[in-house]
């Protein structure tokens, strides 16, 4: 019998974390169609109503019946504006590992929404679902994921060299054409005995909620500020 996640939502002080339904459509549409969304993901440009409403409605139901992963819209607690996303995807259910995928519309970026949505989730796994171990994947040159990952407590584990595909424009074309390139991703992982030590109030590294301001995760991984200037030279 094939393994699934339960049909859930998930609170935090500030968020909501619930299945999309159809009426989340255009808010979707337009944080999808954001450039930065369009460069770090492989979101159909333009995303249209019909993406969406196939996403929302075929797509995420089926990843969940088939045990593949969950797909959760994230919303403001206080006024159910959508924030973002959170995706569990490539889920085994023999070693209770998943990997988790996590995006920002354009307004909400720098809140701290991204880490408190991601930390919920990995917590409710661990907690309640059994989950040994979540993986996230963050292309070499996205430091804004980067952040979120080592504000949440990821340990580094490695590059994947040329394992991934990113879009750009030319720089003096800002309105051109997007055209795919080949890019490293950085793997970082989460395991339970990780967030045992975040929640530590002895924690040096002061990790001791999502949200809060935390944004110096650079200085426990100098290594990969350097790599990240490397990466952009080649």
């Known amino acids: 019998m094939t393994s699934t996640f339960p049909d859930i939502s998930l609170s935090t002080e500030r968020l909501v974390l619930r299945p999309y339904d159809?009426?989340?459509?255009?808010?979707?549409?337009?944080?999808?169609?954001?450039?930065?969304?369009?460069?770090?993901?492989?979101?159909?440009?333009?995303?249209?109503?019909?993406?969406?409403?196939?996403?929302?409605?075929?797509?995420?139901?089926?990843?969940?019946?088939?045990?593949?992963?969950?797909?959760?819209?994230?919303?403001?607690?206080?006024?159910?504006?959508?924030?973002?996303?959170?995706?569990?995807?490539?889920?085994?259910?023999?070693?209770?590992?998943?990997?988790?995928?996590?995006?920002?519309?354009?307004?909400?970026?720098?809140?701290?929404?991204?880490?408190?949505?991601?930390?919920?989730?990995?917590?409710?796994?661990?907690?309640?679902?059994?989950?040994?171990?979540?993986?996230?994947?963050?292309?070499?040159?996205?430091?804004?994921?980067?952040?979120?990952?080592?504000?949440?407590?990821?340990?580094?584990?490695?590059?994947l060299r040329n394992a991934g595909i990113i879009r750009s424009r030319p720089e003096d074309e800002p309105h051109g054409r997007w055209a795919e390139t080949r890019a490293d991703l950085l793997v970082w992982s989460l395991l339970p005995e990780d967030l045992d030590d975040a929640d530590d109030p002895d924690d040096p590294m002061g990790r001791t909620s999502a949200g809060d301001g935390y944004d110096n995760g650079r200085a426990a991984y100098p290594d990969y500020a350097d790599y990240s200037a490397a990466a952009q030279r080649r």
């Open 22 to 159: 159809e009426a989340d459509i255009p808010e979707l549409v337009e944080m999808m169609n954001d450039d930065l969304v369009t460069a770090w993901t492989g979101a159909p440009r333009p995303y249209t109503e019909q993406a969406a409403r196939e996403f929302i409605t075929a797509t995420a139901p089926a990843d969940r019946a088939a045990g593949r992963g969950l797909v959760l819209a994230v919303t403001e607690f206080l006024t159910q504006r959508l924030v973002g996303t959170v995706h569990l995807q490539r889920t085994d259910w023999r070693i209770h590992g998943t990997e988790v995928r996590y995006l920002t519309a354009s307004w909400a970026r720098g809140e701290g929404y991204a880490s408190e949505s991601v930390l919920a989730v990995v917590r409710w796994l661990f907690g309640t679902q059994g989950f040994e171990r979540v993986e996230l994947r963050t292309a070499a040159d996205n430091t804004a994921a980067q952040q979120v990952a080592q504000k949440i407590g990821c340990i580094s584990e490695g590059v």
